[in-house]
């Protein structure tokens, strides 16, 4: 199956701080790759949907100028947090598709931490 | 708006024991529906998925579902579970007729959590 990396695998940062996620497709080019959050003992949410070369698509609720996603190349898609604070402190997964593919491969997340 | 429900958010089961994790989704058209499985400090992995055609699907590791379009529902299986099974079981749910089953964000279901005992 196709892999998708995720670095860093944890990250502890002080309040007002931004940080940024890194996705990666190591084996495959990734059209389309998506952003998710996931609470402790909850399901994942949906975020934002990005293409490559194209502007990220957010789900409502989602605030764009606070998770910043840029998506330049076919295998790097980037989630940036700006100005985080505690409640932005999250399990941040990625996964990557591309077109015909029937489903998504997920990456093994990122654990923010703000303090 | 999609929504994704599974009934048991904890089950515990001995081994050799049979198992029906329970889904169901609301969604006004054509939907393409998943199983995934995290096992502990792992991504999450497919386990099966169901697009169209025959309702009852047949994954990996022994794992089957059936699709109910009556009752909105696809309902995870398996015989007999071993050991190996315990994990985070979400169903997932995307719009269907999209150019493949993975252009389109998924929407989860909370999850359940399977723990087999020895």
């Known amino acids: 199956g196709a892999v998708v990396s995720q670095h860093p695998s944890r990250v502890i940062c002080k309040s007002g701080t931004s940080v940024k996620i890194e996705c990666r497709s190591l084996d495959f080019q990734a059209t389309t790759m998506f952003w998710y959050r996931q609470f402790p003992k909850q399901s994942l949410m949906l975020m934002a949907t990005s293409n490559e070369g194209s502007k990220a698509t957010y789900e409502q609720g989602v605030e764009k100028d606070k998770f910043l996603i840029n998506h330049a190349s076919l295998t790097l898609s980037t989630l940036t947090v700006t100005s985080a604070h505690p409640e932005d402190s999250s399990f941040y997964i990625c996964s990557a598709s591309s077109p015909g593919r029937d489903e998504q491969f997920f990456g093994p997340g990122t654990r923010l931490t703000v303090l | 708006a999609q929504s994704v429900s599974q009934h048991n958010h904890h089950v515990i089961l001995s081994e050799a024991a049979s198992l029906e994790l329970g889904c169901n989704y609301s969604?006004?058209?054509?939907?393409?529906l998943f199983w995934y499985v995290q096992y502990p400090g792992q991504h999450l992995q497919l386990l099966l998925k169901y697009f169209s055609g025959d309702p009852l699907v047949k994954g990996i590791k022994g794992f089957e579902a059936e699709f109910i379009k009556s009752k909105f529902s696809f309902n995870l299986r398996k015989p007999s579970v071993q050991w190996s099974d315990t994990a985070e079981y979400f169903c997932?749910?995307?719009?269907?007729?999209?150019?493949?089953?993975?252009?389109?964000?998924?929407?989860f279901g909370k999850g359940t959590h399977l723990i087999i005992q020895p």
């Open positions: 997932a749910v995307n719009a269907g007729g999209s150019p493949g089953g993975g252009a389109d964000g998924l929407t």
């Open positions: 969604y006004g058209g054509t939907v393409n």
